[in-house]
């Protein structure tokens, strides 16, 4: 069982001491060391935390990976969801000359160069690839685009059993050898220093984007077929299910030392829906996956995923990301302590003083404890985040020792 350290009150960041190293006197950092007697001990400097956070990473594997299989590390590795993209100036500098986001996610050149953008500023300890979960898509016999202003657009939703019968199972080394290529060049850049990250998105929540023909707030044509016509949606979702799990393969046989599983919208479900029409199909690609590449750390991430939270492990996954709206210590409870968690400081806290922001850390680290936590917001970066303390959330996420 992961163990916390007590509540901490925080000192103001001017009355942080430094420590006595070689070399010239540097800034301080609040970090937090969680001693032996279960205190916090406050020390560290922003050189000196980035300096140790760039050779986190063994020769051997990275430590986020080391953190998920319950090794002992000194501190959680840090990543955030959507940490390459529109907060970025850098990202909106080359959106002005690539504006098509499907210019930017199937160019192998432009997909590696986005995914380093925060790696070269930030050196997360996750480096994800920058691509979207409908990629897969047309290779699938299943049109769509990204439309500016409106996001995904399926142009032909697939709303009958003829039309879902004209859905393929998707060959990634045919249809996005751009991913493979692409993940390949990350690791050969980010070495072990970081774990190169790949992501796809879950059946049920794949499938709610085709049958609605993109976004929805109220979901009801994916659930009119759920309940009228089961048989169609329990046909597309074995389809999704075969596929992401080859995607899953694929990209751990091109580079990926982890991958984070989306199911977006399957907590649009009510307990009862979401065991018939996601979960057997998590726990089926977890298994797929594991029997070729049992080592493959798994995530699944479900936004709003409080009502389901016990039922998240039964997937089979190795991480369960939190959304900020689950307490952590709470999560880690109902959780158990046999699966590791990731998150889950609220994105909106990235708009909040310097002070706030590290509070709001190290209130998740105390309550995540010491083992098995990858920090990471608990959704996507929002646009407009102010990239200063994206900065400051790295710097005192790797500042932080157990």
Not at 113 to 132: N, R
Not at 329 to 352: C, H, M, T, Y
Request: glycine share 8%.
């Amino acid at each position: 069982m992961a163990t916390a350290c007590p509540p901490l009150s925080l000192p103001s960041t001017s009355l942080l001491r430094k420590t006595t190293r070689a070399g010239p006197a540097r800034q301080p950092l609040p970090s937090v060391r969680c001693s032996a007697v279960g205190g916090f001990i406050l020390t560290g400097g922003v050189s000196e935390a980035v300096a140790e956070a760039a050779v986190a990473g063994t020769a051997e594997e990275p430590l986020l990976v080391s953190a998920i299989k319950g090794k002992k590390v000194e501190r959680p590795p840090v990543w955030l969801m959507r940490q390459a993209g529109r907060y970025m100036k850098s990202y909106q500098n080359l959106c002005e000359k690539y504006p098509l986001f499907r210019e930017r996610s199937e160019n192998v050149d432009l997909v590696v160069e986005i995914s380093l953008q925060p790696w070269k500023v930030f050196k997360p300890d996750g480096v994800i690839l920058f691509s979207d979960i409908l990629t897969p898509l047309p290779g699938m016999n299943i049109p769509f685009d990204i439309v500016k202003g409106k996001g995904p657009v399926i142009y032909d939703p697939l709303r009958t059993a003829a039309a879902v019968n004209e859905v393929r199972e998707f060959v990634p080394e045919e249809w996005v050898p751009y991913v493979g290529q692409a993940l390949n060049l990350l690791r050969g850049e980010v070495k072990n220093e970081a774990a190169v990250l790949g992501f796809v998105g879950a059946p049920f929540t794949l499938a709610s984007y085709c049958v609605e023909g993109g976004s929805s707030k109220n979901f009801s044509k994916i659930k009119r077929m759920a309940f009228a016509e089961p048989a169609i949606l329990h046909n597309l979702l074995q389809k999704f299910t075969t596929s992401m799990a080859s995607y899953i393969k694929y990209q751990a046989d091109n580079g990926a030392q982890a991958v984070q599983i989306f199911d977006s919208w399957a907590t649009e479900l009510s307990p009862v829906d979401f065991e018939e029409f996601s979960l057997p199909y998590l726990k089926q690609i977890v298994d797929s996956v594991k029997e070729t590449h049992p080592d493959l750390p798994l995530i699944l991430y479900a936004s709003g995923s409080g009502g389901l939270l016990e039922r998240l492990p039964l997937t089979g996954v190795d991480v369960v990301s939190l959304d900020w709206t689950v307490d952590m210590a709470e999560g880690r409870k109902r959780l158990g302590s046999n699966i590791a968690v990731q998150g889950n400081v609220d994105p909106g806290v990235l708009f909040g003083s310097k002070e706030f922001i590290t509070k709001r850390i190290y209130d998740t680290v105390q309550k995540a404890g010491s083992e098995g936590h990858v920090l990471n917001l608990g959704h996507g970066i929002k646009v407009g985040t102010p990239e200063e303390n994206v900065a400051h959330f790295f710097e005192v996420a790797k500042g932080i020792r157990y």
